[in-house]
């Protein structure tokens, strides 16, 4: 499956993104979705994730509470709506999509991966 990111922008610290994620190629209602992030010098980190019908979601403790993943089948589009940023949300966010029913936390366990989208929150 294709994954394309977006949303991305500069936001002031305390205001709210939405990312969106569009899937192409194959049927998105077999696949878990997740969200990661990766500031400059840092690994790869998870942030959310979600199993592949919605029942099950899982957040970093990071964003607990503050993000939310969701999914539409319909359009094949998992997005993460970010509320009350900080300046340590600061990253580029990566969408990210496997086949199977797991929602796993590490990066190596996804398969497919979008390219990618700048988040910024200013102080």
């Known amino acids: 499956v294709q994954l394309q990111a977006s949303g991305g922008g500069l936001v002031q610290a305390g205001g709210s993104l939405r990312l969106s994620c569009a899937a192409s190629?194959?049927?998105?209602?077999?696949?878990?979705t997740a969200w990661f992030r990766q500031a400059p010098g840092n690994e790869r980190d998870f942030v959310a994730g979600?199993?592949?019908?919605?029942?099950?979601?899982v957040y970093a403790d990071s964003v607990n509470g503050r993000f939310t993943i969701s999914r539409d089948n319909a359009k094949n589009t998992v997005y993460l709506q970010m509320n009350s940023l900080k300046p340590e949300d600061t990253a580029v966010y990566y969408c990210?999509?496997?086949?199977?029913?797991?929602?796993?936390?590490?990066?190596?366990?996804?398969?497919?991966w979008g390219q990618g989208t700048q988040v910024t929150v200013s102080s």
């Open positions: 190629g194959r049927t998105f209602t077999s696949f878990a």
């Open positions: 979600m199993n592949w019908n919605g029942g099950r979601t």
């Open positions: 990210a999509a496997e086949v199977g029913y797991a929602v796993p936390q590490r990066a190596s366990n996804w398969g497919s």
